[in-house]
């Protein structure tokens, strides 16, 4: 990744409170065209309300984000997709008793004039899409059902509706948690090609090793503020990324000294 | 020739493979609305072998015609409520409010056609009031559609003070004639009912309206994941209400007739028969009580089925009191079908 890529989403001194609770601190975070950002922090570290943010689901009481060089304000669901962020939740993504293709058109079908879908569009549209990030198998097609695929499969229909929405930046909620290891090699395989499209991917995982795989560059949070970030190359290894985090959780500051030299 | 007669040989060879593969993703999709369709040839085969000359006679199904476009109207319209995970249990007062409108346009002189009309109107409104107040007020459909019931039925009771009204002249209107004249099917002595048919074009409307159409698509993706609807863009509040719309209409449709059907007569609690026979309707069609999934087709053969039970169990010999008993079996053992093909899957 070279550091001179431009910055496709930036978020700057967001804060965001409920109640008394501050959970966000002002954090600075910019994501590049093109990259694979890990997002990392523990529980409570302020993660999921950063991904709220990205996603427009919170509107951060302070700060700005700007986005494709734009600040934006409001800041809500639809205006974060039409900035073109399209975040993937674990849970809440797909409606499993539907088809693959139900699903990747849901809420924007393909119609004629009266309202009624074009159905051999949609199914032409969803194996175009599939085939881009290699969502293809001989056991499924676009009409299979969702909730008889597994996990990672289930990770490429979201991923691949993200792609139909017109999405440069992708944002993957805990997208390989509770996923065996041939699965999360799957859901390695669509990040792999959403990013070589040239689109841009933040990565949010608890197993650092997962991240470590797929991710080009760190971010990390700890309470509420950002603790360090880093491109891969200015780590020795995942266990470098470990130990930091390590520190981080038991001293509340990490020796950043230790980084290398990025290049 | 040799190689046609090869290409012959593989064409043979491969049919039967890729024709079962077909019927056996045809059954993965369609299973409910099949079971459905089974239960009902399962139940008249049941009654025939019984009765035979009575089940071959046409004038049975006279009297079938003439009563089953009710509940189908109504359990095809029920599929649209479950499906986006509510619940309707106020369309049996809003069948009997309607009846009252269209029975005092009547006597007020508005021609029958247009009352009819005005009557769909009058269903599509009360269905949007409902709808506003399950989904606005945030009370549980069930709850509130209860409550909703019994006071649509006070209030219709109120106005209406007890009585029935009648129109009898009425009965010479072309309007009248359109919605529920009856015609001789060829040369036999089955005839047909009107409104028979309208249930029929119902049925493809509600068909094509469900399967076809973004509203339907979306009211199945509110039932299914109704957070992830959201997400996407879609809005949850106006699907919601929206399907209180197409209960009312139906419901409204349903009350016009059965005034018809009574030779122009309207009575307040003419709906209130229809409130348990169309949810087993719905049920025994194969729609499941989770939402997010349902079938059309398969309310119409529920629809079919209830209404053989009654009438063809005392057709098929046995007395009167084994109707319910019947009823429940076959509501039972359909479920228990519905299970095999279509469990659910999250």
Redesign the interface.
């Known amino acids: 990744m070279s550091a001179a890529s431009e910055p496709v989403v930036e978020l700057r001194s967001i804060v965001k409170r409920f109640g008394s609770v501050e959970a966000l601190s002002g954090v600075t975070m910019t994501v590049r065209r093109g990259e694979v950002l890990g997002l990392l922090g523990d529980n409570g570290a302020g993660k999921s309300t950063l991904i709220k943010t990205l996603a427009g689901v919170h509107d951060p009481d302070d700060g700005e984000i700007i986005v494709k060089g734009k600040v934006r304000k409001p800041w809500t669901p639809a205006a974060a997709r039409d900035a073109g962020i399209e975040t993937v939740f674990q849970d809440r993504a797909l409606a499993p008793q539907h088809s693959i293709v139900t699903n990747i058109f849901m809420g924007r079908e393909i119609t004629n004039s009266f309202g009624l879908l074009r159905v051999q569009m949609q199914i032409d549209e969803a194996n175009r899409l599939m085939r881009e990030i290699g969502f293809t198998s001989k056991v499924f097609n676009p009409e299979s059902t969702v909730g008889t695929l597994s996990g990672g499969e289930r990770q490429g229909v979201a991923i691949a509706r993200a792609l139909y929405n017109q999405a440069d930046v992708i944002v993957l909620d805990e997208p390989t948690t509770a996923l065996s290891l041939t699965e999360t090699q799957k859901v390695f395989r669509f990040v792999e090609a959403v990013k070589s499209s040239g689109r841009t991917v933040v990565f949010i995982g608890h197993n650092i090793y997962h991240v470590w795989d797929i991710a080009d560059r760190f971010f990390v949070i700890d309470r509420g503020t950002e603790a360090f970030e880093g491109a891969k190359s200015s780590f020795t290894g995942a266990d470098h990324l470990i130990e930091m985090m390590h520190q981080l959780a038991e001293t509340g500051s990490a020796d950043t000294s230790s980084l290398l030299e990025p290049g | 020739m040799n190689t046609a007669n090869d290409a012959t040989t593989d064409a043979i060879s491969e049919d039967p493979c890729t024709e079962q593969s077909r019927w056996t993703l045809f059954y993965r999709k369609n299973g409910r609305a099949l079971n459905a369709f089974l239960a009902l040839v399962l139940v008249w085969v049941f009654f025939a072998v019984n009765n035979p000359a009575l089940f071959l006679n046409p004038l049975f199904y006279n009297a079938f015609l003439f009563s089953v476009p009710a509940t189908i109207f109504l359990t095809t319209s029920l599929v649209f409520v479950i499906v986006s995970g509510e619940l309707d249990l106020a369309f049996p007062s809003v069948v009997g409010a309607a009846g009252g409108v269209f029975m005092y346009s009547v006597v007020l002189g508005v021609p029958v056609i247009p009352a009819f009309f005005l009557t769909m109107g009058f269903g599509a409104l009360i269905g949007l009031g409902i709808g506003l107040i399950v989904v606005y007020g945030r009370i549980s459909s069930l709850v509130a559609t209860l409550g909703l019931n019994f006071f649509i039925l006070g209030i219709v009771n109120l106005l209406a003070q007890g009585r029935t009204i009648s129109a009898p002249e009425a009965m010479n209107s072309f309007g009248y004639k359109l919605f529920v004249g009856k015609w001789h099917l060829f040369d036999t002595t089955l005839r047909v009912p009107n409104h028979f048919i309208w249930s029929l074009v119902w049925v493809a409307f509600c068909y ?1 309206l469900f399967k ?4 339907g ?2 009211v ?2 509110v039932g ?2 109704t ?3 959201r ?4 809005n949850i509040e106006r699907i919601r209400v929206s399907v209180f719309v197409v209960s009312g209409v139906a419901a409204a449709i349903t009350g016009a007739l059965l005034v018809q059907m009574a030779n122009m007569v309207w009575f307040p609690t003419s709906g209130k028969a229809y409130l348990l026979i169309a949810l087993a309707a719905l049920f025994v069609g194969g729609t499941p009580t989770w939402g ?2 349902g079938t059309i087709f398969g309310a119409f053969f529920g629809a079919m089925t209830v209404t053989l039970i009654p009438s063809g169990a005392v057709g098929a010999g046995f007395a009167g009191y084994w109707t319910d008993f019947i009823f429940g079996l076959v509501i039972i053992l359909t479920m228990i079908a519905h299970r095999f093909s279509g469990a ?3």
Not at chain 2, 212 to 215: D, E, G, K, L, P
Not at chain 2, 231 to 234: L, N, P, Q, S, V
């Open positions: 094509v076809y159409h973004r509203f698509n979306r199945q993706l299914d994941n957070d992830s609807a997400e996407m863009g879609i997010g999934v659910r899957v999250r």
